[in-house]
């Protein structure tokens, strides 16, 4: 009797049992639909789109053609209830032709659907009957003729965009499946699969695993003191997110009220675009404010500037902090902080979450009425100490531990600042490997 | 219920003898195990030992593998007991943090004819980093 392996992992204490093959398999077959997708879908669009385009410019047969009748074809959408039917209007022009098979009398597209019955009457402007042009007719059905050759490139491109994306992402997943194929976690992350290769990991010191590498922190002389760290404040990216928000969201309002405002010009009132107007209107106006004030806020403050005696540190070391504080008012309150983050990301549905956790703090100092003398910013020193048994900085693709001094400010007539400068913190100094016991107790 | 061809009755299990009767060690100190293997009655067609360490907590689990050996002649990999080891590495230490943990481990894993595999994985310590705890508040 044959007993099929287990689906899913089992797991009791220490041991686990399982077979790996269950998850490549099953990781093959997703992404081998996403590749026959992309495929399919490929395979209809150019049958759609580009074979037809190919023909004409390379099947079909030239000829002569003399106009014989003008007129706008009726391009009905699908009525909907409720609502006035929209046609569309294509000007067409019927031609009598000569063809391998005689004289051929036939419709064709001579220009771009409207929505304006006049603007597609205007593209017919001298093309009377009794005017010769140069037409193309399919041999195989010379009904079929068209008035212009050539290969709408963007359409191309815009049409073969979903195929080949399904198909890229599905084909680099079946490589990723086919490279672990029957290999253990441990052989992948050895080395032992594409993995790794496909997946840029965090960049970690030299001789250090798992500890960030500090080289962008010690690129940078202070004025004072050795280093000078680089901020990694959050009011920066919100910031930019308020200017990128307000930029794209107005030029979308801008595009919307130049087409209302075309409408009225030409006697027409959309009243659904109105409506949405409104409120984008409202919406950009506030995003421009909230800008402004984030940027003013952001310029008026200063900026802030930590200086430090040594880096990478080290646990049980201390450590000379000098802060420069630029701005030109007072500042009411200003404090240092030392903070141990743990942080973790993970997946909850589609969506990938990061969780932060401040796990250990110290407070390196405090002042009040900070007042830099005119051109000069307030500087203020302190000392920084790293607990002897503390955590080293670490970094893997979906956690972290990191060291960083934090600085908040109050301001006078300012809102509250808050800005951090990442430290790396390195394993104590160990010289050489300590002296092996006697085997121990069994494990089981 | 009868069983499949490739396990009697019993399961498998590994026992494992570290160097260290605490399992713990300091960076660049050498780790030496003696594992005895139990199969169980299964065929083992192979067996992949390792020293890992590997991520525990609230985010995704990150893997780092120091020393990998994989035995794929049957006769090696069916042997009842066997010795490896290695020095270890600086980093990264052991760490018991509130939403990130670092565990060091053991793992020995064997594969049967048939395409299952068992792992046994034995935990052990690098470092003496203190567990993290959440600073009162205020």
Redesign the interface.
């Known amino acids: 009797?044959?007993?099929l392996?287990?689906f899913f992992a089992k797991k009791r204490g220490?041991?686990?049992?399982?077979?790996?093959?269950w998850g490549s398999v099953g990781e093959a077959v997703f992404h081998l639909i996403l590749v026959g997708a992309g495929l399919v879908f490929g395979g209809l669009l150019v049958s759609g789109v580009a074979v037809p385009e190919w023909r004409i410019n390379h099947d079909f047969v030239e000829s002569r053609g003399t106009v014989i009748a003008a007129g706008l074809a009726r391009l009905s959408p699908r009525d909907e209830p409720g609502r006035e039917p929209r046609p569309r209007w294509q000007p067409s022009l019927k031609l009598r032709y000569l063809t391998n098979q005689g004289v051929e009398e036939s419709w064709a597209v001579a220009g771009s659907p409207s929505s304006e019955r006049p603007a597609a009457r205007q593209q017919l402007e001298g093309l009377r009957t009794g005017v010769e042009l140069p037409c193309w007719y399919d041999p195989a059905a010379p009904q079929e003729v068209v008035l212009r050759r050539g290969y709408n490139w963007w359409m191309w491109a815009l049409t073969l965009l979903l195929p080949s994306a399904l198909v890229a992402f599905g084909g680099a997943g079946l490589a990723r499946a086919a490279a672990g194929w029957g290999k253990?976690?441990?052989?992948m992350?050895?080395g032992?699969g594409l993995g790794d290769s496909l997946t840029d990991g965090p960049v970690v010191a030299v001789?250090?695993?798992?500890?960030p590498s500090c080289e962008d922190l010690v690129n940078s002389p202070g004025t004072v003191l050795p280093f000078r760290l680089p901020t990694d404040s959050p009011e920066s990216w919100t910031l930019l997110g308020f200017g990128l928000f307000a930029g794209l969201w107005n030029i979308v309002l801008v595009v919307l009220a130049i087409n209302a405002g075309l409408d009225l010009l030409g006697g027409q009132t959309d009243r659904l675009l109105l409506a949405v107007l409104v409120p984008f209107a409202a919406v950009g106006i506030t995003g421009i404010v909230v800008f402004t004030r984030a940027l003013l806020v952001a310029t008026a403050v200063g900026t802030t500037q930590l200086e430090i005696s040594a880096h990478p540190l080290r646990p049980g070391g201390q450590y000379d902090v000098l802060l420069g504080q630029g701005g030109s008012g007072t500042l009411e309150e200003l404090e240092m902080t030392l903070e141990?983050e743990?942080?973790?990301?993970?997946?909850q549905g589609t969506d990938t979450r990061t969780?932060r956790?401040?796990?250990?703090?110290q407070v390196l100092g405090t002042w009040e009425k900070l007042q830099a003398a005119a051109g000069t910013r307030c500087e203020v020193r302190a000392t920084l100490q790293i607990p002897a048994?503390?955590?080293?900085s670490?970094v893997?693709?979906?956690?972290?531990?990191g060291w960083r001094v934090v600085v908040q400010g109050r301001p006078s007539r300012w809102p509250r600042f808050r800005r951090s400068f990442p430290v790396v913190v390195?394993?104590?100094l160990?010289e050489?490997?300590?002296e092996?016991?006697?085997?121990?107790?069994?494990?089981? | 219920m009868s069983r499949g061809p490739e396990f009697s009755a019993s399961a498998p299990s590994v026992a494992v003898h570290f160097s260290r009767v605490d399992r713990r060690y300091e960076p660049l100190e050498r780790i030496d195990v003696r594992y005895l293997v139990e199969t169980g009655g299964g065929v083992v067609r192979g067996m992949e030992r390792s020293v890992l360490w590997y991520t525990e907590g609230k985010g995704e689990e990150d893997i780092g593998v120091h020393f990998f050996e994989r035995m794929t002649d049957r006769a090696a990999a069916a042997a009842a007991t066997g010795t490896f080891g290695c020095v270890l590495p600086r980093s990264p230490l052991s760490y018991e943090g509130v939403i990130v943990k670092i565990r060091w481990c053991v793992r020995v894993r064997l594969f049967f004819v048939g395409g299952r595999d068992f792992i046994s994985e034995h935990v052990f310590d690098l470092g003496a980093v203190p567990a993290a705890r959440l600073p009162s508040p205020g």
């Open positions: 009797m044959v007993r392996p287990r220490d041991r686990r049992t399982g077979a790996a093959v253990s976690e441990e052989r992350a050895a032992g001789d250090h695993p798992g500890v141990l743990e942080r973790a990301t993970y997946r969780e956790l401040v796990v250990w703090r048994t503390g955590m080293h670490f893997s693709e979906h956690n972290s531990v390195f394993p104590p160990v050489a490997a300590a092996q016991s006697p085997t121990g107790k069994d494990s089981r």
